[in-house]
């Protein structure tokens, strides 16, 4: 998306674009150690999603142990659209691992 609706002439052309494609290279979630709090987390991805990869998802997944993954139809803006009971429904479950079937004190 973003190759398309940036200016990238007038920020230096291609030699911006491909510094920016370094930069942002290096940033993942994967150089850093899981939270302690990894297996409560569900993570939501769309198995047709344009902008997040799966195999991006699978690897935070496999990184952050004991976390779950589940799979929906569609792509990003679907899952924001349709798949709001699918993010709550995620949002919960990971509060009922945290906090227990007290809930929130």
């Known amino acids: ?6 200016d ?5 052309g ?4 491909d510094r920016l494609a370094e930069v942002l290279g ?4 994967l150089h850093f150690p899981p939270p302690p709090t990894a297996r409560s987390a569900v993570l939501v ?3 047709r999603d344009g902008y997040v990869p799966a195999v991006a998802t699978a690897a935070l997944h496999d990184h952050w142990t004991g976390s779950e993954l589940r ?3 569609g792509g990003h ?3 924001l ?7 709550a429904g995620a949002i919960e479950d990971s509060f009922d691992r945290t906090f227990g079937s007290r809930g929130i004190v």
């Open 1 to 6: 998306m973003l190759s398309r609706a940036v």
């Open 8 to 12: 990238w002439p007038a920020l230096g």
């Open 14 to 17: 291609l030699t911006a674009r």
């Open 26 to 29: 290096t940033v993942s979630t």
């Open 45 to 47: 991805a769309a198995a």
């Open 71 to 73: 799979w929906v139809g």
């Open 77 to 79: 803006a679907s899952l």
């Open 81 to 87: 659209i349709t798949g709001l009971g699918a993010l």
